[in-house]
T-cell receptor, first 113, second 114 residues
Framework: AQTVTQSQPEMSVQEAETVTLSCTYDTSENNYYLFWYKQPPSRQMILVIRQEAYKQQNATENRFSVNFQKAAKSFSLKISDSQLGDTAMYFCALVDSNYQLIWGAGTKLIIKP | DSGVTQTPKHLITATGQRVTLRCSPRSGDLSVYWYQQSLDQGLQFLIQYYNGEERAKGNILERFSAQQFPDLHSELNLSSLELGDSALYFC?????????????FGPGTRLTVT
């Protein structure tokens, strides 16, 4: 079965610091997609970044980047120059062969002023 | 703005009642997903429709049902409501192509059962 694990229930950092959120997964697929979603206090689910497994280059979206280690089945999210607006729940997700999203339990990130 | 709309935003109803939640997907997206999120919990996948047909079922109760109409909007029907059904219900849409399947979420409907 495909699984996604986020081992950090909660993290907090000071504004402007860099923070890395961990995600590991398990899949027997060779080609798949991974996502990070953000859910701020408004509870809107927002797609942050996506990674295609066959691409070796790590995806980047402005201050957000991933460290994708396919062999280790690791997909961590790095947030640089963190801002107060980055305070949110962050969910890691994997697309399975039936196009279903397998979700991690989430990491609550608090950015302190 | 994801392009996915959901109505109503808030719904308060009593136990035993029936409600209908509505979702309009992004333009061009054929696939619609429904999720339930209880307070401080992760997302629970309920059901997926693709171009009018049910494609996958998750942890959806028998009291719940959904459908997708020819114009691709979808409705989630919740009946015989219980206190435990109070949650945030999300609709998401995706194009469902081989190039990826990122899902775009609506703002959610917050259901309170009293």
């Amino acid at each position: 079965a495909q699984t996604v694990t986020q081992s950090q229930p909660e993290m907090s950092v000071q504004e402007a610091e860099t923070v890395t959120l961990s995600c590991t997964y398990d899949t027997s697929e060779n080609n798949y997609y991974l996502f990070w979603y953000k859910q701020p206090p408004s509870r809107q689910m927002i797609l942050v970044i996506r990674q295609e497994a066959y691409k070796q280059q790590n995806a980047t979206e402005n201050r957000f980047s991933v460290n994708f280690q396919k062999a280790a089945k690791s997909f961590s999210l790095k947030i640089s120059d963190s801002q107060l607006g980055d305070t949110a729940m962050y969910f890691c997700a994997l697309v399975d062969s039936n196009y279903q999203l397998i979700w991690g339990a989430g990491t609550k990130l608090i950015i302190k002023p | 703005d994801s392009g996915v709309t959901q109505t109503p935003k808030h719904l308060i109803t009593a136990t035993g009642q029936r409600v209908t939640l509505r979702c309009s997907p992004r333009s061009g997206d054929l696939s619609v997903y429904w999720y339930q999120q209880s307070l401080d919990q992760g997302l629970q996948f309920l059901i997926q429709y693709y171009n009018g047909e049910e494609r996958a079922k998750g942890n959806i109760l028998e009291r719940f049902s959904a459908q997708q109409f020819p114009d691709l909007h979808s409705e989630l029907n919740l009946s015989s409501l219980e206190l435990g059904d109070s949650a945030l219900y999300f609709c998401a849409s995706s194009p469902l192509t081989r190039s990826g399947n990122e899902q775009y979420f609506g703002p959610g409907t917050r259901l309170t059962v009293t």
